[in-house]
């Protein structure tokens, strides 16, 4: 089946470290985006990359990098620069073209302690 | 920018209708709406392009004026499975073709 998987459900870090967030695709699809989720804020763009080996910011990517060595794989890091990093994190990718469907992971709760 | 959606949120009986709006400050290509269980992955339900298009799923259909940069996705005899929180996003030509998603609509069917 065709999908995109984020690992892991849960992760629990303590304040300071770097952690690292792992989306994977097998839709061929050469755009993939990364959001995060917070309470009554909707999502909100962190990176997007079009094709492999090139990504942009997008509107909170303070505190987030990114990297995009093979189309199926858009890992997210997220720094100890983060001053907020608890969140829910979700990944997406879709067809690089306006008005088509993102197909979204099931996302990875951040919980920095 | 954020398309803002309004109402924040709404409460229904089982089989009334319900209306959410959403509106942006800039030129819209195409409206997506989304629906997202709690905890969950958003779940695509349809996408209105540049047009004046409006398409329906069962009984939740949407329209989208260009003009006035506003769409509206019309939920009719709703179901306890209704419930969720619905997004609209905008494509933003800016991003590539990111979506830029506003802060939501809680709806919440009950019996």
Same mark, same amino acid.
């Given at each position: 089946d065709?999908?995109?998987?984020?690992?892991?459900?849960? *992760?629990f870090?303590?304040?300071?470290?770097?952690?690292? *967030?792992?989306?994977?695709q097998?839709l061929n699809?050469?755009?993939m985006?990364?959001?995060r989720?917070?309470?009554?804020?909707g999502?909100?763009?962190i990176?997007?990359?079009?094709i492999?080996n090139d990504f942009?910011k997008g509107?909170?990517?303070?505190g987030?990098s990114?990297?995009r060595?093979?189309?199926?794989?858009?890992?997210?890091?997220v720094?100890?620069?983060q001053?907020?990093?608890?969140?829910?994190? *979700?990944?997406?990718?879709?067809?690089?073209?306006?008005?088509?469907?993102?197909?979204?992971?099931?996302?990875?709760? *951040?919980t920095?302690? | 920018q954020? #398309?803002?959606? &309004? #109402?924040?949120a709404?409460?229904?009986r089982?089989?009334e209708?319900?209306?959410?709006?959403?509106?942006? &400050?800039?030129?819209?290509?195409?409206?997506h709406?989304?629906r997202?269980k709690?905890?969950?992955a #958003?779940v695509?339900?349809m996408i209105?392009?540049?047009?004046?298009?409006?398409?329906?799923?069962?009984?939740?259909?949407a329209?989208?004026?260009?003009?006035?940069?506003?769409?509206?996705l019309?939920?009719t005899?709703s179901q306890?499975?209704y419930s969720?929180?619905?997004?609209?996003g905008?494509?933003?030509p800016?991003?590539?073709?990111?979506?830029?998603?506003g802060k939501?609509?809680?709806l919440?069917?009950? #019996?």
């Amino acid at each position: 089946d065709g999908g995109i998987t984020q690992s892991p459900k849960y *992760l629990f870090r303590k304040e300071g470290q770097n952690v690292t *967030l792992s989306c994977e695709q097998n839709l061929n699809h050469d755009a993939m985006y990364w959001y995060r989720q917070d309470p009554g804020q909707g999502l909100r763009l962190i990176y997007y990359s079009q094709i492999v080996n090139d990504f942009q910011k997008g509107d909170i990517a303070e505190g987030y990098s990114v990297s995009r060595e093979k189309k199926e794989s858009f890992p997210l890091t997220v720094t100890s620069a983060q001053k907020n990093p608890t969140a829910f994190y *979700l990944c997406a990718s879709s067809i690089t073209s306006a008005g088509v469907e993102a197909f979204f992971g099931q996302g990875t709760r *951040l919980t920095v302690v | 920018q954020q #398309p803002v959606q &309004s #109402p924040q949120a709404v409460i229904l009986r089982e089989g009334e209708d319900a209306v959410i709006n959403c509106s942006s &400050s800039k030129a819209l290509y195409s409206v997506h709406w989304y629906r997202q269980k709690h905890g969950e992955a #958003p779940v695509f339900l349809m996408i209105l392009l540049k047009g004046g298009e409006q398409k329906g799923h069962e009984k939740i259909s949407a329209s989208f004026n260009e003009k006035k940069q506003q769409s509206s996705l019309y939920l009719t005899a709703s179901q306890l499975s209704y419930s969720g929180t619905y997004f609209c996003g905008t494509e933003s030509p800016n991003s590539g073709y990111a979506l830029n998603f506003g802060k939501g609509t809680s709806l919440l069917v009950t #019996p």
